[in-house]
């Protein structure tokens, strides 16, 4: 069995999502301050804000993604708790 590295999110669930949406995130903001910088191996690209921002909202739709999931699977197991079975006679 492969173990895959996890967060706990707000409710206390283990989240695989969210471990890789907060290390596409910070590899983002790392990048976005070091371009243009010189180093040994060359000079690291550019990035300006549009790049930053388009990077930034498909990072952050995965994440808003599994949040809109995980209330709508919430809201569909509370209203088959409530609801009382039909008896037919």
């Excluded at 707000?10 to 471990?19: A, D, E, M, Y």
């Excluded at 990048?31 to 930053?52: C, H, L, Q, R, Y």
């Excluded at 909202?57 to 809201?75: C, D, M, P, S």
Aim: net charge neutral.
């Amino acid at each position: 069995m492969r173990a895959v590295p996890t967060l706990c999110d707000s409710r206390g669930k283990q989240s695989v999502t969210l471990f890789f949406v907060s290390v596409s995130w910070l590899v983002l903001i790392i990048k976005f301050v070091a371009s243009g910088m010189e180093t040994p191996f060359g000079t690291i690209p550019e990035m300006n804000a549009a790049d930053f921002g388009l990077a930034a909202v498909g990072i952050l739709g995965a994440w808003v993604g599994r949040e809109y999931t995980e209330k709508q699977t919430q809201k569909r197991r509370s209203n088959n708790e409530r609801s009382e079975p039909e008896f037919y006679e």
